[in-house]
């Protein structure tokens, strides 16, 4: 045979899909070619139709089918042989390859469909190599004239073609949000690692600075990341790179401390924010004044309202409400008091009206406007004390533990009103900073964990001083499931809102990846019973989704339920890496986000070896099954040998120290 690519013709084209009768030699599903054995002739091998003029289309076979039929060439004889067996090949176009200057290379785009008796070939290596080998390169900097902006990144081979390697775009797949999803045991956490690995080995020799953030649920990276310091792990601590860190309590903002104490939305928020704002060094005399002004405006309008019914023997008492609020601001009351000043001559009997309501009304409106004056003046402070409510200022730990001191945030008459209210919140407040489970959050003065402000807590990590590990592994395993979801929201926001704090021309410099390790844990779809923790990190991590690209925040998403994530995260997903996934629910849930032509190629998702996936996205041509490579080392991963730890060790269950780390 001259071409001994060829495996047959094409015999139907349908849109995007093509079935190609295959010749009678190719038997085998393997095919010996000028450059070794291939595979030719199986689900998931590559055909090639070429189209002239430099231009191949690409496809992947997706069924095979062998088929009897009436064969009219089988000779004038009437014979028994009529029938014969038509062997046939359904194939998914994928895009085309043009051959320009030497280097094939790929589009996805297929302008020109192949027609009928088009012969298939079996992919030739080059060919193969510009779909996997060859990357889309992505993000090229404005003015950066070189080619190296972006990697290749290896992350494995093709399933069944290990002469092969499986490249993606770098940039892409650590620049917008990657969604790496499976059945526990499948490999994500393998993928994460070894995708990590070889993303920090290729900078090679660049500054060592802070570029991954790993948010360990399952205290399983500490071995893929290995650093110096290992300490023990002790209940509701957190550690960053094996050393005890903290998260101080007052990096919650004013929503975030309203969560965590369950404030109720019409009595106990509005106080509650001020005595955070108050408590952060805010502005107290500011916040004071303006309650003020607004009491004294509250007490007008009452006054107003009441205006045709007020007593001569209550008249002073209005009055005194109104100038009592007014008696710290520079507003003259003068003449309002001496409209008062003869009813407050007249006995307690007296049962008469003002007589001289007119001239108070008009008065009163002259303080109102003058209230109104300074209100809206002053609101660059009042806006300066909500800022400092949510700003991480520190808040030392005597402060929070004296309740009392909440009421600084109370004027005096509102005292009395929301007492009752206060008691709760104080009380709640008691209960939490004496709940041990709450400790990471409060140990920031404690020797060893000490976090004097926000800025230690970021240098912790290497940040700003380009050192210390590339990857920062932040070790949440030890919180429990109440605090955990806090713990998350808090440092996504965090993180966040200090790249939005980066001038806008350089946001993109420096970036930042941020691993959710196990997300369905605390980036779960809206549900009407949704705890408050729990709404906390959703929205941070959907924020992220959404905006964190523009300010070089990007997410690598790790989860086992996909049907159990924010559907707004993961739409945000520019690649996906599907490695086995069993349960119906979450392969129906992902059939329905992926692209088109990954859908056939989905249908293997229930039969993939562990460490092998189907990619697709922005980073890659093609969706590709794929067989991800090792990681070294890899992380700490969980399957028990029942057998050999059952049949081979002798040594008790160490109950001492699981007791222990109870920390009872
Ligand atoms: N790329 C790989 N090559 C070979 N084996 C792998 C690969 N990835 C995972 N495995 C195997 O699968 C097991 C589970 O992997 P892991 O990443 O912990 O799963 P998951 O995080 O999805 O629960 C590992 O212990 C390892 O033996
Ligand atoms: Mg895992």
Redesign the pocket.
Known sequence: MDNPRLVGHIVSVQGFRVKVELLPETRSALRATLDGVQVAIAINAYLTFSLGAGETVIGIITDLEARETFDPNSGDDLSLELMKPRRVASVQLLGTIEHADDEPSFSPGISVLPTLDTPAEIGSPDILRAVFEIPPRRNKPEGYDDKDFDCDLRI?FPTGQARNVVRASYNDLFSRPLAIV?????????????LIQKAMKALDGAAEEPHVFILDI?G?YGKAFPTVATAARLPDRIYLNGREFGLPLWFMNAEEICAWLSAAEQTQEPVLKDWWAIAKGGDAAAAVSMNALQNAMSALDQLLSELTKIKKKAAGSHCDAVTGHLADTDIDTAAFEALFENHRLVNDFNTEVMNNQAAIAAEAEKLKDAIRDKIVGGNATAEAGVRTADSPLPISRATLTDPSLINRAVSKEDSFRVDAHLTTLKLRLKTRLDDKRWRAFLNYEDTGTKIENLSGWFRRFGLGAAMGPNVSVLDLSMLSNEVLPYACAIIGRVLLEARERLPAASRYRNPWVLVL?EAHNYARPARSDEDRGHRLARLTYERIAKEGRKFGLSLII?S?RPSEISQTIISQCANFIS?RLQNPDDIDHFRRIIPMQARRLLDQVTIL????AIVFGSAFHIPTRV?????DP??????AAPFHEWSKSSTPFPLDTVIDAWGT
């Open positions: 494995g499976g059945n526990t045991g499948s490999g994500k956490s393998f993928s994460v690692s070894s399952n399983e390790e790790a086992q490695h070896a562990s460490g092998e067989q991800f490579d090792r990681p890899g992380p700490y991963s969980q399957t």
